[in-house]
């Protein structure tokens, strides 16, 4: 049995459908946990490709599973389709033009990941009937990957328990299997409360939550000369107080990112950001209040799964792109610097080809020096073996969450490569199913990366999933 040809030929045959999926889900970008209409559109698709759906997975109602197949070991692909705030721009076209003042827009390509991870799970739920082979294939539709952090609730709530392998991809500028890396990472609210009063008739009156506020921003702003290198914290100000000088502002809310290489290390970074708000509220005599927003967790590699996925993509070869898909692509270069270029070649430790577009494979081996940021399936791969793919949706040197991705995300390029990943992640799945000693193995190097600590949510148990959170 030819498996590889077999899937891609499933690909092929449904790929039209989630071509027009991703595209539909590219024109109603929502955000944070308010993606109804896009969960609704995967809903429709799962439904019209016989899976089994559950809908409100952990809670969360723009989270769905869909499932297929009877017995045997459950391959998991996970999908996103979550936008981001202020990316509005037309498609197709390489200049800087909203569609809508203010709106959104598909700036990290999860449009096609959502569809093409869709894809792959429909070639293999297809693959698995034909050819009458016990095992499950489950799409899981994840909202709010961007800082609503729904995959670490998902694990939380059990909804991995009884997966086996996971495999998913993200859009990117190359082809290559992705390099497990992604820091761990908690959003909190720092509320501070004072009192108000006349800021010139009775200033001493007053207790200024603005002050506390900005005085815990300087004390991190010191702390971070003792703090790892490979740390982060950033910070944003949700609620300053008023607008009104002349009075003491009796509250205020800033909001904070908290990252760390692991998450023992995290967790400890949490604790000294908490330290110098409470310090805060002392020298300023308000009241402080710490609220966990969302939390995720490091990201596990797993060596096997990674070299299972490398050779399918060998096999495969990167994905072809025409005349046309590289001119456009030039034409986006063109609207880049030389630092976003030499930034993207600089992550894969090679030197600039010069190449509008991804036409190889990144090496295994390669050098590479990442630029790291977090993600919720750093959670999963916790729970679950977890293997991702890269590939070229976008042209080389792309900045994502600019309007430059929302620009390429419907195009045939983006098309070609949403398509040509989905059966990498198809074949991977497949190889595993088949495969008892790669499943083995995949597993034992899971649990050996678990260690004796094992896997503890980064949530605290009373957090809820934030469903307001892009509100504010």
Not at 286 to 303: F, G, Q, W
Not at 313 to 339: C, Y
Not at 347 to 355: E, L, Q
């Amino acid at each position: 049995m030819d498996n590889r040809n077999d899937l891609w030929r499933h690909v092929d045959a449904n790929k039209e459908r989630l071509i027009a999926l991703s595209d539909r889900v590219w024109g109603m970008p929502e955000v944070c946990y308010t993606e109804k209409r896009s969960v609704a559109e995967h809903i429709a698709e799962l439904k019209h490709q016989g899976f089994r759906v559950t809908e409100n997975v952990a809670d969360i109602p723009t989270a769905v599973i869909g499932e297929a197949g009877e017995g045997g070991p459950v391959i998991a692909f996970l999908g996103e389709y979550d936008a981001l705030p202020g990316l509005s721009q037309e498609a197709g076209i390489a200049e800087h033009k909203e569609i809508e003042a203010g709106g959104h827009g598909h700036g990290c390509g999860h449009n096609l990941l959502g569809s093409a991870a869709l894809l792959a799970a429909v070639a293999m739920k297809d693959w698995l009937a034909e050819n009458k082979i016990p095992g499950r294939v489950r799409y899981y539709g994840c909202p709010a990957e961007e800082g609503g952090a729904a995959k670490a609730f998902m694990v939380r709530a059990g909804a991995f328990d009884d997966a086996d392998v996971a495999i998913s991809w993200h859009p990117s500028s190359f082809w290559e299997v992705a390099p497990a890396l992604a820091l761990a990472n908690t959003r909190a609210d720092f509320v501070f409360t004072g009192r108000a009063s006349h800021a010139a008739a009775a200033p001493h009156l007053g207790r200024s939550a603005l002050d506390a506020v900005e005085l815990m921003n300087v004390g991190v702003n010191y702390m971070r000369e003792h703090m790892p290198s490979d740390a982060r914290v950033h910070y944003a100000l949700l609620d300053t107080g008023g607008i009104a000088p002349n009075v003491v502002q009796a509250h205020a809310r800033v909001r904070y990112s908290i990252r760390a290489r692991d998450l023992r290390g995290m967790l400890e970074l949490v604790q000294r950001v908490k330290k110098i708000a409470e310090g805060a509220a002392l020298m300023t005599e308000t009241k402080m209040e710490m609220r966990i927003v969302s939390a995720v967790s490091d990201l596990l590699a797993n060596t096997p799964l990674e070299e299972a996925m490398h050779k399918v993509m060998e096999e495969l070869g990167p994905p072809h792109f025409d005349d046309a898909d590289k001119a456009f692509a030039e034409k986006i270069r063109a609207t880049l610097s030389p630092q976003d270029i030499a930034a993207i070649w600089r992550t894969v430790g090679m030197p600039d080809t010069g190449a509008p577009l991804a036409d190889f494979l990144v090496p295994r081996d390669a050098r590479r020096n990442p630029a790291i940021g977090s993600t919720d399936i750093g959670d999963v791969s916790w729970a679950v073996p977890t293997v991702q793919a890269h590939a070229p949706t976008v042209a080389l040197g792309t900045p994502f969450h600019t309007w430059q991705v929302v620009a390429q995300g419907k195009q045939p390029a983006a098309h070609k490569a949403m398509v040509h990943v989905a059966k990498a992640m198809a074949a991977t799945g497949a190889a595993v199913l088949s495969d008892p000693a790669l499943m083995a193995a995949a597993k034992a190097d899971h649990k050996a990366r678990l260690g004796q600590e094992g896997y503890t949510s980064p949530l605290p148990p009373e957090v809820k999933p934030p469903l307001t959170m892009s509100l504010g």
